[in-house]
C-alpha cells in the first residue's frame, strides 16, 4: 500500500498541527495505521497507533495531547496534536500493517516535518 503523508510545518509551543496519511487502498483492510516520529539526533519512535477496531495506542510522552483516528471513507488516517512542545518537533512517518500471502507486511510513507518553536 502507498502511504501520503501530509500537514508537517512550522509552530509555536502550545500550538496544534494535523498529520493525513492517505492510504492507496481501503484503510479498513489495513491492520494498524499509525505515526512514528524521529528526533534529531534521536531514534524512530512509535508516536500512535490506530487499529482496524478503532483501538488507539499512543507514546507516554503525547498521551493527552494527540489523537489519531481513521476515516474510512476518505481512506486516511489524522494524527491531531495539540499543546505541541519543543520536543515533539521531528520528521513523522506513517506506516500501515497487513497481512498479504507471504505473511505480515509494513509499509512506510515519506516523512512529514514538524517543527515546534519555543
Known amino acids: 500500500v502507498q502511504l501520503q503523508a501530509s500537514g508537517g510545518g512550522l509552530v509555536q509551543a502550545g500550538g496544534s498541527l494535523r498529520l493525513s496519511c492517505e492510504a492507496s487502498?481501503?484503510?479498513?483492510?489495513?491492520?494498524?495505521v499509525g505515526w512514528y516520529r524521529q528526533a534529531p539526533g534521536k531514534e524512530r519512535e512509535l508516536a500512535a497507533t490506530?487499529?482496524?477496531?478503532?483501538?488507539?495506542n499512543y507514546a507516554d510522552s503525547v498521551k493527552g495531547r494527540f489523537t489519531i483516528s481513521r476515516n474510512n471513507p476518505e481512506n486516511t488516517v489524522y494524527l491531531q496534536m495539540n499543546s505541541l512542545k519543543p520536543e515533539d518537533t521531528a520528521v513523522y512517518y506513517c506506516?500501515?500493517?497487513?497481512?498479504?500471502?507471504?505473511?505480515?507486511?509494513?509499509?512506510w510513507g515519506q516523512g512529514t516535518e514538524v517543527t515546534v518553536s519555543s
Open positions: 506506516y500501515a500493517v497487513w497481512f498479504g500471502v507471504s505473511g505480515r507486511i509494513t509499509d
Open positions: 487502498r481501503r484503510i479498513a483492510s489495513l491492520n494498524a
Open positions: 490506530v487499529y482496524t477496531s478503532r483501538n488507539t
